[in-house]
């Protein structure tokens, strides 16, 4: 299997200075690079959040993968490595269940060989080469690529941007009321003369 679904995808720590990814490598100098699956998805879904663990990935799933939808992003791997990829279209069967999706992704390849790695980044040093592998780097890293048909049994989770602003429009909406009742009620009391 020449595709490495694990180690093709965004370290988990995005855009933090002086951070060791869980690799156990440095990667501040690929992360600015800015050609990871997760740079993709932000430059296509900006409120899409960066978790910064494993556990921060699992909170990400707001929808059930079966009712995945055109502009969800599908999430691959939940590890140290991890993989997203935007999702372009729904494939579905004759009773209209999805059974795959079409995706645009960045950085999902082959293993980078040492060979590609010199002649891509210009450098001879073994030592960097191995770095850029613990650092997830395929092939394709800030390449913008392209699957069809990926089956959604491979697909660990569901983000979906429109339920996530949902969700935050419907919190400020709670947060609004709370403030509006509150304001009520400590006008209420100071009429009355009473406290809390």
């Given at each position: 299997m020449r595709r490495l679904s694990v180690l093709v995808a965004a370290v988990i720590i995005f855009g933090m200075m002086n951070t060791f990814c869980y690799a156990g490598c440095d990667c501040d100098d690929w992360m600015k690079k800015g050609g990871y699956c997760v740079d993709y998805i932000k430059s296509i879904v900006p409120l899409f959040p960066i978790p910064l663990n494993t556990d921060e990935i699992e909170e990400l799933k707001n929808k059930d993968i079966s009712d995945v939808a055109e502009g969800d992003v599908a999430i691959f791997s939940i590890s140290n490595y991890?993989?997203?990829?935007?999702?372009?279209?729904?494939?579905?069967?004759q009773q209209g269940e999805a059974t795959a999706i079409d995706v645009s992704e960045m950085n999902f390849g082959d293993q980078l060989t040492f060979a590609e790695f010199k002649n891509k980044w210009k450098s001879s040093s073994e030592a960097e080469w191995r770095r850029a592998l613990c650092c997830g780097i395929t092939d394709t890293y800030a390449q913008k690529s392209t699957r069809k048909n990926v089956a959604l049994d491979t697909v660990k989770q569901i983000w979906s941007p429109?339920?996530?602003?949902?969700?935050?429009?419907?919190?400020?909406?709670?947060?609004?009321?709370?403030?509006?009742?509150?304001?009520?009620?400590?006008?209420?009391?100071?009429?009355?003369?009473?406290?809390?």
């Open positions: 991890w993989h997203v990829a935007y999702v372009e279209a729904v494939r579905r069967n429109v339920i996530a602003a949902s969700e935050a429009a419907g919190g400020r909406r709670a947060n609004s009321l709370t403030g509006r009742i509150r304001q009520t009620l400590n006008r209420f009391l100071e009429f009355t003369g009473r406290e809390l």
